[in-house]
Every structure is written in structure tokens, then in C-alpha cells.
């Protein structure tokens, strides 16, 4: 079952499990519509080289069962942004 992460790794921008600005790869790493057509060319993630497509939506009822994940990753290194400790 998908995580839903709640952030995109690049910008930290919230992305709700009904967000359509959220894309995955196979790994579930998270990045928002926006970093990817500005940071990272192709639509290809820069931690596996997998490539990224749409996260699907969960439905309302199955989100109350199977809540969305609050594990934030935040990378900016990954996609040109400052060093992060």
C-alpha cells in the first residue's frame, strides 16, 4: 500500500493525500508538479533514476482506514538546492 508522503522532497511544499500536484516513483519518493517541471529534467527521480508519474488518490473512505503517512523527507540537495545536515 502507497505511503502518501506529505511533502515534496525538493521544496518541503505540503502535498495531501488528495493532491493531484503529487508525483512518485516506484520508491514512493514524493516531489511536487512544480519541482519537476523546473528541477528535475524528464520526469526522472534523482535518488533511483526511476521514472515519476501521478500519485493516485485514495478515497476518503479508505484514507480514514489507511491514513496517509507524516513522515516528511526533505532533500533539496537532491535537485540543486543547499546542502541540508
Known sequence: MLS????CECCGR???AESRDALICSFECT???DCVATKLPGGVCPNCSGELVRRPIRPAAKLQAFPAS??????P????GPLVA
Not at 502518501?4 to 511533502?7: C, K, Q, V
Not at 507524516?70 to 532533500?75: D, I, L, Q
Not at 540537495?77 to 540543486?80: A, I, T
Open 4 to 7: 502518501l508522503r506529505p511533502n
Open 14 to 16: 505540503d502535498l495531501p
Open 31 to 33: 516531489w511536487c508538479t
Open 70 to 75: 507524516t513522515e516528511r523527507k526533505y532533500r
Open 77 to 80: 540537495e537532491k535537485c540543486g
